[in-house]
């Protein structure tokens, strides 16, 4: 499986657009590139997924190169309520394994 | 529709002991997946059931054994509490097995072992 390297840590302010990289060298073919956000005692959230170019909902963007090797989850205009620890994964969907892995994350910081 | 239910909420056990956590998953879910997250990691995966038959095993000791039940909710049992064992224990439904699909998650479990 890819392992992915994030910023343990980002401090941000209200209004301000976020940006959290993650490098992702080894990914595979079959690989997508999934976020989740986690809140403190909560369980993980899915943020947003996608394979190559540029994915956007209603949340978030997902910016991904041609090469594969990073991405770059976008959160417009961040508030209060985005603080949180966001985790970048790679793995393939079509696979039967059942695990997620996660690193440690990003602890996203928003001020006023 | 009601999400990913997990019970209890909290609890606090004494090493030694034993102690069961249950997950109902998401209506339509198949498939369950255990995570065991400790203060500043990310969860780490434990089980993974499809179908009621286990699909995957993380690197835990036997201590850790869970089950899923024919409507799909699940429960995971951990013996000889080890102080080490006090952590947020999350459950997580897909309608598939894939885990790269997108998993929803409970609130998680909050155990503590004294």
């Known amino acids: 499986l890819a392992k992915t390297t994030q910023p343990i840590s980002m401090d941000s302010y209200e209004g301000q657009e976020v940006n959290i990289t993650c490098s992702h060298n080894?990914?595979?073919?079959?690989?997508?590139i999934t976020w989740y956000q986690q809140f403190p005692s909560q369980g993980p959230r899915f943020i947003i997924q996608?394979?190559?170019t540029k994915v956007t909902n209603e949340v978030a963007s997902l910016f991904i190169p041609a090469d594969r090797k990073s991405s770059t989850l976008s959160l417009p205009r961040v508030s209060l309520s985005d603080t949180a620890v966001y985790y970048c994964?790679?793995?393939?969907?079509?696979?039967?394994?059942?695990?997620?892995?996660f690193g440690k994350g990003t602890k996203l910081s928003v001020k006023p | 529709d009601a999400g990913v239910t997990q019970s209890p909420t909290h609890l606090i056990k004494t090493r030694g002991q034993q102690v069961t956590l249950r997950c109902s998953p998401i209506s339509g879910h198949k498939s369950v997946s255990w995570y065991q997250q400790v203060l500043g990691q990310g969860p780490q995966f434990i089980f993974q059931?499809?179908?009621?038959?286990?699909?995957g095993r993380g690197n835990f000791p036997d201590r850790f054994s869970a089950r899923q039940f024919p409507n799909y909710s699940s429960e995971l049992n951990v013996n000889a509490l080890l102080l080490g064992d006090s952590a947020l224990y999350l459950c997580?439904?897909?309608?598939?097995?894939?885990?790269?699909?997108?998993?929803?998650f409970g609130p998680g479990t909050r155990l503590t072992v004294l």
């Open positions: 997580a439904s897909s309608p598939e097995t894939g885990a790269y699909n997108e998993q929803f």
């Open positions: 059931y499809y179908e009621k038959e286990e699909r």
């Open positions: 996608g394979y190559k």
């Open positions: 080894n990914i595979a073919t079959n690989d997508y």
């Open positions: 994964l790679v793995g393939d969907i079509g696979g039967s394994q059942g695990n997620l892995i």
